[in-house]
């Protein structure tokens, strides 16, 4: 399948007093068209700000210092900010994390979703109520027609973050991101989210970047699978190479984490380093349990072990920078 | 249930509040339509100078021409007149609603003048940040370090003293504290995830500043605005009453102006104004902190 959002050598650094944050760091990946990407890893290991340099959302003190953001064969860094405000909501839309957060309090929900229909084209006021209607409907809220009058506060959490989506829908994007759209959300209605997203994919052909910490979120939904850490990515591949053949001690590490019917939980020791003085050679080093000496010295490169399925790790080849 | 519907039953329970809105309402229409029952408070009577209002009496001296001297007699007040008349024998009652007229227009257009720019520059400050932040709250400091009253003294001084322009310095002059409000109020808006939100549905700065920042603010501007008004009609009163007021219109602040020269022998002249100076202000103070409390989640 064609590629749809080709992110290459992206890095995004933060220049803060203490010294440089790298975010992200040296990252490359392909969506393809229809695919579900999941993005997973700690916090601070750079998923968001990869998600908001796609979008070039990114504030100071941070910048995107390299690297190409090909949507559809053009270059994203590359637009002026009237162009970019354009591909924002009309080509790539965002799903924020805390839909309690997301939706601004003094409006009705309903105006908001008119005005991401507004944001991009010129239609009138009837269609668009209408077409914000049709919008809540597809993305399963009850009783649309009398909740579009309905003020954010007046929902639940799962139900405000049925109506971001819709709001990211306004425009039939080509590209969802979603940031750990369902981490403020409980159990039960994160699987419904969940199925949603799945739909959209399905019924759409859209292509979404998902982003989670939640593995168990993954094994579920996911296409394929970009493992990072401390801003870059250790392991790629599809779902199952991942889940059932990881390679990298970190994604092992992760998988081993989760809950499971044998076996108990074994966490990762250690914890992510601090992004401004990161150890030398592999990021991971300081926590893997396979770390050689070569992992001290030399930052390994991310190789491709076979068909589609990367790996950063010199266990796998011996591969460097 | 409607939120201006929500925001009204909560300042219902507010008794000062009603009060000061009442007594704002009823400012309201002496301003509108009291002009049309009374008669022009520029009219001059020398014959009924200095009358009392209405249940006073004072003892004057008059030339008689009949006696050829001085007589001593009681003044009563009269109906024609019930609140007096000053020196020149002008109704003070028809002074007082003219001078109603003027303190409503000063307190509306400058607080709406020094709302608009205040929360310009406040906005724009706080979402552009950097280099744009830093010169216009140094701006806005320099502007605070500035005495008010000789500021304005000093433009009526050197500019004449219209009313027009005593709204128009006033209002330029008191923005500070509502651009500071608003900067400060936006700082956190903007961190807020709907702002990214918007963002990243492609909303331009122009939607975000007018749809969800300042539509956000809105509740604080408007305690802050039914605070300026006292302010900024004091301030005329007190650029009248040192003489600097528009001599074209009977303002309190002229009323008062030129009653305290006769205070020991007509003391309503200035004290009439005096009250309803204190009035309008505390009406004002008191609805402030009655929308205050109402617009604030905390003090439910």
Redo the contacts between chains.
Sequence with gaps: MESILSVENLKTYFFTKKGTVKAVDDISFDLRKGELLCIVGESGSGKTVTALSILRLIESPGKIIDGRIILNGRDLPGLSPGQMQDVRGNKIAMVFQDPHSSLNPIFTIGYQVDEAITAHKSVNENETTSKSIELLELVGIPMAKERYHDYSHQFSGGMKQRVVIAMALACHPEVLIADEPTTALDLTVQAQILDLFLELRNKFFMSIIYITHDLAVVSEIADSIVVMYAGRIVEKGSREDIMSNPLHPYTKGLIRCLPSDHGEIVPIPGTIPNLINLPQGCVFHPRCIHSMEICRKKRPSLNMVKEAHYVSCFLYGDNHE | MN?TTYYWERIKGHRLAMSGLAFIIFLILLAAIGPFFTVSPTVVNFDEKNLPPIGFSVEQSKFSSEAGSLITTHVRGKWEHPLGTDGMGRDLLSQLISGTRVSLLVGLFATGLAIIIGAMVGVTSAYF??IIDNILMRFTDIMMTFPFLLLLILIVYMFGSSLTLIILSIGLTGWTGTARLVRSETLSLRT???I?????????DF?IVF??LL??T?SSIIVLATLTIPGAILAEAALSFIGLGDPQVASWGNILNAGQNDIQTAWWIAVEPGIMLFLTIISFNFLGEGLRDAFDPKSE
Aim: net charge positive; glycine share 14%; aromatic share 4%.
């Design positions: 939120i940040g950097g807020r995830e709907f990214m939100a918007s963002k990243a549905l492609g909303a331009s939607r749809h969800h539509p956000n809105i």
